[in-house]
């Protein structure tokens, strides 16, 4: 941003464009926007000062918007700041806004640090998709995916890499997770991360590694709050990995059963989900006014218990449930599958499908029992 000065020392300037500016404003004294009008003589940068104070400059803004921020260090851990000697705790700030007072007070401790957003309840329930992929022409088709199936979100931040800021139900927690892209059949440095409960996500200053700015085209946390972002529901969020799994292999997320949006385990209620069918891989006949898969059959199989697994883990959890959603599954393959060879007739299909069923979902229980993808409910 450049400014022009009525004063010898004009005081700094906030480094991101699109803020609107006046005479009166308390971060220059003097000073005007820049125009075709103006002398060059006049014109100052204000881009890379030496001790830019970004958390005193964006902090409070944030605040009233309803963000949970707070300072967070320029280095490589990206840990939250020192204030007075002692680390700033976020995770006392996830039930309830940081108060003005204690903004006020990590201003002046430590104002020259970044600013990190906490994603939690107080936040509005939001949840950050953090896209670290190399390069414009991998990333690009990502984003648009996830702007087309997730919503128009206004939160795009850009660091070295992009990040989409999103807000989910409250009834329904969100796992955190991290998908490594695949290449020849090894997991890449490239990932796609979902930053949900507890996770954090630099908004304001100064890459620890190119010492650029984080910048936002679109609008920033300081100009809207949460509510803004678009709500997103675990059909969504589903459909999305799904779509970049088509587009680009994500390491072993076909094998991954269990949602990430979790809540409280309830009854079954008899509703069984069933997934959509966008991409019918295999090969397919005319029978009648329909198609029949003739070639890809097993991998079918596989492919839609996974889906009717991971779409339906709360109803698969009692026996009920699993059979309302074997029965569904069942159903699927009956009509889709053609009979000929080792798939003869309904009870060889059927015999097939039951037994990749139970080993798919027998493969998401061990995970429930273990705790380590506890059904569990959100903090009000």
Same mark, same amino acid.
């Given at each position: 941003?450049?400014?022009?000065?009525?004063?010898?020392?004009?005081?700094?300037?906030?480094?991101? %464009?699109?803020?609107?500016?006046?005479?009166? !404003?308390?971060?220059?004294?003097?000073?005007?926007?820049? /125009? %075709?009008?103006?002398? @060059?003589?006049?014109?100052?940068?204000?881009? !890379?000062?030496?001790?830019?104070?970004?958390?005193?400059?964006?902090? $409070?803004?944030? +605040?009233? $918007?309803?963000?949970?921020?707070?300072?967070?260090?320029?280095?490589?851990?990206?840990?939250?700041?020192?204030?007075?000697?002692? @680390?700033?705790?976020?995770?006392?700030? #996830?039930?309830? +806004?940081?108060?003005?007072?204690?903004?006020?007070?990590?201003?002046?401790?430590?104002?020259?640090?970044?600013?990190?957003?906490?994603?939690?309840?107080?936040?509005?329930?939001?949840?950050?998709?953090?896209?670290?992929?190399?390069?414009?022409?991998?990333? =690009?088709?990502?984003?648009?995916?996830?702007?087309?199936?997730?919503?128009? /979100?206004?939160? !795009?931040?850009?660091?070295?890499?992009?990040?989409?800021?999103?807000?989910?139900?409250?009834?329904?927690?969100?796992?955190?997770?991290?998908?490594?892209?695949?290449?020849?059949?090894?997991?890449? *440095?490239?990932?796609?991360?979902?930053? @949900?409960?507890?996770?954090?996500? /630099?908004?304001?200053?100064?890459?620890?590694?190119? &010492?650029?700015?984080?910048?936002?085209?679109?609008?920033?946390?300081?100009? *809207? &709050?949460?509510?803004? *972002?678009?709500?997103? =529901?675990?059909?969504?969020?589903?459909?999305?990995?799904?779509?970049?799994?088509? #587009?680009?292999?994500?390491?072993?997320?076909? =094998?991954? =059963?269990?949602?990430?949006?979790?809540?409280?385990?309830?009854?079954?209620?008899?509703?069984?989900?069933?997934?959509?069918?966008?991409?019918?891989? &295999?090969?397919?006949?005319?029978?009648?006014?329909?198609?029949?898969?003739?070639?890809?059959?097993?991998?079918?199989?596989?492919?839609?218990?996974?889906?009717?697994?991971? +779409?339906?883990?709360?109803?698969?959890?009692?026996?009920?449930?699993?059979?309302?959603?074997?029965?569904?599954?069942?159903?699927?393959?009956?009509?889709?599958?053609?009979?000929? &060879?080792?798939?003869?007739?309904?009870?060889?299909?059927?015999?097939?499908?039951?037994?990749?069923?139970?080993?798919?979902?027998?493969?998401? #229980?061990?995970?429930?029992?273990?705790?380590?993808?506890?059904?569990?409910? @959100?903090?009000?």
């Amino acid at each position: 941003m450049s400014v022009a000065s009525e004063e010898s020392k004009p005081v700094s300037v906030f480094p991101v %464009e699109g803020l609107p500016y006046a005479f009166a !404003h308390p971060l220059f004294k003097g000073a005007r926007l820049v /125009t %075709e009008g103006t002398s @060059s003589e006049t014109v100052r940068s204000r881009w !890379h000062e030496l001790h830019e104070p970004h958390f005193r400059w964006w902090a $409070q803004r944030c +605040l009233e $918007q309803g963000w949970s921020v707070f300072p967070q260090a320029r280095d490589g851990k990206r840990r939250p700041a020192l204030v007075a000697g002692h @680390s700033v705790r976020p995770s006392q700030y #996830r039930d309830k +806004l940081p108060s003005a007072e204690e903004i006020a007070f990590w201003s002046s401790k430590a104002g020259l640090s970044n600013v990190a957003v906490q994603f939690c309840p107080a936040s509005g329930y939001t949840f950050a998709i953090d896209i670290d992929v190399e390069g414009e022409r991998n990333t =690009t088709p990502i984003i648009r995916l996830a702007l087309e199936i997730l919503g128009e /979100t206004p939160f !795009h931040r850009w660091g070295r890499r992009p990040a989409l800021i999103y807000r989910r139900e409250p009834e329904h927690a969100l796992r955190s997770a991290s998908y490594r892209f695949e290449d020849n059949g090894n997991p890449s *440095a490239d990932q796609i991360e979902i930053l @949900s409960d507890g996770k954090a996500l /630099t908004c304001f200053g100064e890459h620890y590694k190119t &010492g650029q700015y984080f910048t936002w085209p679109v609008k920033h946390i300081a100009e *809207a &709050g949460p509510q803004a *972002a678009p709500l997103v =529901t675990a059909e969504q969020l589903r459909q999305f990995l799904d779509a970049v799994d088509q #587009r680009r292999p994500l390491a072993g997320y076909r =094998t991954r =059963t269990v949602s990430h949006f979790t809540s409280e385990a309830v009854e079954f209620d008899g509703e069984v989900i069933t997934p959509p069918r966008r991409l019918e891989i &295999g090969v397919w006949e005319r029978d009648g006014l329909g198609k029949k898969l003739v070639d890809g059959r097993q991998e079918f199989l596989f492919r839609r218990a996974f889906a009717y697994v991971r +779409l339906n883990a709360d109803a698969i959890r009692s026996e009920e449930g699993s059979r309302a959603v074997f029965a569904r599954y069942l159903d699927e393959a009956l009509r889709s599958m053609a009979r000929s &060879g080792r798939w003869h007739s309904d009870e060889a299909i059927r015999r097939e499908a039951d037994s990749i069923f139970r080993r798919t979902r027998d493969t998401a #229980r061990p995970a429930w029992s273990s705790g380590a993808c506890r059904l569990r409910r @959100s903090r009000p």
